[in-house]
Each structure stands twice: as structure tokens, then as C-alpha cells.
């Protein structure tokens, strides 16, 4: 019996997003035990560095874990911050609802974008332990204490249990959530390694991590600098799909041409770049309203702009802010102690037509650096995104796959899975192209694989150079203390072959004749083979360059 048409369809509903990331948790990187605790404190911390900035405070953040239930995997988590905290009538939304903040539609640089991240705690709370999340909200002379959980089939904030008082309680968030199915531990994915990785890249950050067992972990700043903030810019015309200007347009409020919309909406149009487009789209009117703008004249005036023929000036970088040279070699040195440390900053770049980006990559060597444990040797690849550090799907991620691509050993660097060495990566975007919700791995677009590792090999030659200083010294020492080796006899065989002379003396002579030549090689670096690296090294920084 076949079924009816409408029948099947009587089966057809409608889901809110809340619902959608309930059955999808691990879209938002809610898969794992471990995985899953890491995850939500990132989400907070990374709230917490965002507000502070943007209210250009240095951030003083606390993360204390409690374990309640180890059969069930059942922690409590407290997150708490010196911020602006969050005001009466956001706190549903900001922590309650899904898609919803004061991110996503800025087009500057910031560590959240998608304003999914606290609120998918307050989630993953609600599903495994049925309880909400508390909330304590410091601001101006208020302060808010409640209760919120999500109605996940209307995508809504639930607020209970409302406390509002007056008085002078300074500022700040504090948010308790009790969570099930997570466990705590000291890996390479655990919650301590991401609270170290953070400190790295923030060195404005106070940072201080409470594990289950009471032990506190402080990572004091190393700088007393906020970070400029990024500024929010315009989007670049080469950016723009059609969907995107017919978008833009159709909300367009205040503009009443087309030709006025462009100069006023996005970056780097004037008005000879908008006569440059008259030309090349003859038949659209710019002098029509925008909202009348229609998807076939949009993809012609999208043609128009991507047309090889109209030169445009690339897209300011003042919304893209990097962590700095001089903090990042700074941060290293606190927290790792390398024996070297090499820092390069990259120039901003765009990628897909109009999108600025820009890179920055360090390398320690030596010392604390290396695997996280610090007991062990071996290389790690720190990466970040907006300063935010990635923990996870490491091999699907364009700066993993950037490092996997160099050819180490032209470094010096034999092995370089066992080498004591970390490689620190940082991009800084508008918009960083995140494989997944999660935002744990960076697309591998063509233009931004091809920096990271140019910006890689551009501080990897500083570590050659290094590191050939230190094979020398280490090759002329066991030279030197070979030839030592036969002072004592050589002294005593050559007054009986000459028939005259002082074995002591003659000695002596010998011991400061190797300890100036050898010491006068070392500082002058007079050797034929410094020499000879020194000119290898220049065709090799030629042949990365070429690559």
C-alpha cells in the first residue's frame, strides 16, 4: 500500500536552532569527555578576554573546577572575570541564546564571531546534569544574581530565582555551571594545557586555574599593555558574493543610489571606481534605490567589480590586530625559559578577494620548550586563532599542515618530531575560516597556507643560524679537549728529544697556546666552515623565498 503524500508530510516540523546543536553537540565541540570540559572553559575565558579588551581593562581571570561525581563524570565549574560585566537586560541572550550577541555582524577582529559559545554551555549544562547555570553580573552600581537555563524549542532564555541589589560591588561576571559526562586531566587537550596556551598569547592576561584537587596554577601577566582594539571597518567590494550585495542593499536604510550605496557601504569605493563600473555595467541605473536592486543586476555588478580591468586599492588592516614581536618573545621567555626564541611578523594579506589577515609565528628552542609535560622532549605546534588557542582536529588544520610541508632538516633540525622546539602560530582576521562551529582548525586556503609557512621559514633561518653557532662551539670544544688530551705527554717527550727544556714549562705554554686559539675562534668566529654556512645560508633563505 503506497502511503500518501500527505500523510508523510504530516510529520513535518519545525526546529529551532537550540535543538538543532542539541542533536549536533559536537559540531560544537562537545565530543570527548575531555574534550567537552576544555571546550567550555574556553568558551568563558574567551568571553572574559573579549569583554575586558573591550572595555580596555586588563583581564584578571579565575576557572575553578570541582569534581562532584567520578562515576558520572560530573563537575562543577566556576568561571569568573574583573570585566563590565553583563547588564540586566542581556544576560538571557548573551548566555541563554543561541545566534545571538554583539559579535557577529561587526566586521572587526574578535575571538568569538558566531555567539553560539557561552550559551552552548549553558546547553550542554541543561542536557547532562538538568540543572542551569548561576550567574552573578557586577556592573555600574548593580548587581544581578539568577538562575538561566534555554527553552531549546523557542531558542529562548529561561531566568529564574532574579536577585537585583544596589551598592558599590565593582565589576565583573561570575558564572557556576555544574556539567556531566566531562572528565578533568593534565594531557595535551586537557584544561590546563589550554589555560598555559592562552597565557601564551595573551601576555596582558592573569590567569589562574584551580583543578579538582585544589591545586592552583597562576600564570601572572607579563605585560601591563591592553591591546589596541581593532576597529570595525568596512567590507571590501572584492569580497562580495552576489547573495552579499543583494543582502546589503535590501537592508539599506539611509542611501538613495546605488552609486551612493557603494562609496558609503564599502571600502576603498570613490567615485571614479564607481564611473569605472557605470562603464562596465552600461544597462543598471545607479541612481535607483538600492532596495530595488535585483539579482541580475547584482551579479553583473559583482562581475563588474571582480573585472581584472578595475584596480583596487587593497582593504585597510586597521580591524586586524596582532599580538606583537616584542609580547609574543616576551610571553615565550616567561613561560617556556628557551634557550632561543625568534619572532617574525608578517605584513597583512587578504584572502578570498577581500578579506585581511595576517600572521605571526615564533620559534623557542630549547629549555622548557617542546612537548607540554615538559618531562619529555620533543616539537609542539601551538596554534591560535584571534589569540585564541586550538586545541583540537590539529590534522585538519592549515597550520599544522603548513608545518607538516617544510623541510626541517634544511634548519638544522634532523628530526624534528624529537627536536626540544615549539612553533607558535598566530592569525589575526576579521573573519577566520574555521572548518567547523567548533572553531578548532583554520581552512587551508591557499593564501593563508602559503603565509603561515613563509612566515615559519622566515624565523626558522634565525634558528639555523643558531643553532650552526652551537655545533661550532660544541665541534671546536671536542677538538679542543682532544688536542688537551696529549699536552702532558707531548710536554714531557719534547725536552728528552731536544735534550733540553722544562716539561712543566713547556707545558704551560702548550695549555695557553690551544686556550687562545680556540678561545679567539669563538669570539671572532674565524672558521671555514662559519664561513661556508654563512654563504649556504643565503642561497637557502633564496630558495624560500622562491618557494
Known sequence: MVTSTEKIFTEFKEHSVAEFFKKNQQMLGFSGKTRSLTTIVHEYVTNSLDACEEASLLPEVTIAI?????????????????????????????????????????????????????????????????????????????????????????????????????????????????????????????????????????????????DPEGQKSSFPRSSDSVPEKPMMVQPHPMGLSTND??????????????????????????????????????????????????????????????????????PTTDSVKPIGKEQIEKSLRNILAPEF???????????????????????????????????????????????????????????????????WKRYKLKNFEEEPISVFVNISSVYVPYTSAGKQAISNEDEILQEIKNAIMEAARDLQRYLSGVNRDHDRKERKKAILRYVQQLSKDLPELAGKGKSAEIEKMLVHLIETKYSGQIENGEDEEESTNGKNGKVEEEEDIDE
Open 245 to 314: 550585495l543583494i543582502d546589503f542593499a535590501h537592508r539599506e536604510k539611509e542611501c538613495r543610489r546605488v552609486s551612493s550605496f557603494l562609496q558609503e557601504r564599502f571600502a576603498r569605493v570613490s567615485a571614479a571606481k564607481v564611473d569605472e563600473l557605470r562603464a562596465l555595467v552600461p544597462d543598471l541605473d545607479f541612481d535607483k534605490k538600492p532596495s530595488d536592486l535585483q539579482w541580475h543586476e547584482a551579479e553583473k555588478l559583482v562581475k563588474a567589480i571582480q573585472n581584472p580591468q578595475v584596480k583596487w586599492i587593497a
Open 66 to 210: 570541582t569534581e562532584l561525581d567520578k562515576d558520572t563524570g560530573k563537575y562543577r565549574v566556576v568561571a569568573e572575570d574583573n570585566g563590565p560585566g553583563i547588564p540586566e537586560k542581556h544576560i538571557g541572550k548573551a548566555l541563554g541564546m543561541m545566534l545571538a550577541g554583539t559579535k557577529f555582524h561587526r566586521y572587526a577582529q574578535q575571538r568569538g564571531q558566531q555567539g553560539i559559545g557561552a550559551s552552548g554551555c549553558t546547553m550542554y549544562a541543561q542536557i547532562t546534569t538538568g540543572k542551569p547555570v548561576k550567574v552573578v553580573s557586577r556592573y555600574d552600581t548593580k548587581r544581578i544574581t539568577c538562575e538561566l537555563s534555554i527553552d531549546l524549542k523557542s531558542n529562548s532564555p529561561k531566568i529564574m530565582n532574579a536577585v537585583k541589589e544596589d551598592g558599590n560591588f565593582g565589576n565583573g561576571i561570575r558564572v557556576e555551571a555544574e556539567v556531566g559526562d566531562v572528565k578533568f586531566d593534565k594531557s595535551s587537550f586537557g584544561v590546563y594545557e589550554y589555560i598555559r596556551r592562552t597565557a601564551l598569547a595573551n601576555p596582558h592576561l592573569s590567569i589562574t586555574l584551580i
Open 341 to 407: 626564541v625568534v619572532v617574525t611578523e608578517r605584513s597583512p594579506k587578504i584572502f578570498k578577494g577581500g578579506i585581511p589577515f595576517m600572521v605571526e609565528a615564533a620559534l623557542a628552542y630549547g629549555g622548557g620548550a617542546g612537548r607540554a609535560n615538559g618531562s619529555m622532549t620533543g616539537s609542539e605546534v601551538i596554534r591560535y586563532a584571534n589569540r585564541a588557542p586550538l586545541l583540537f582536529d590539529n590534522s585538519g588544520c592549515a597550520i599544522t599542515e603548513a608545518v607538516k610541508e617544510i623541510d
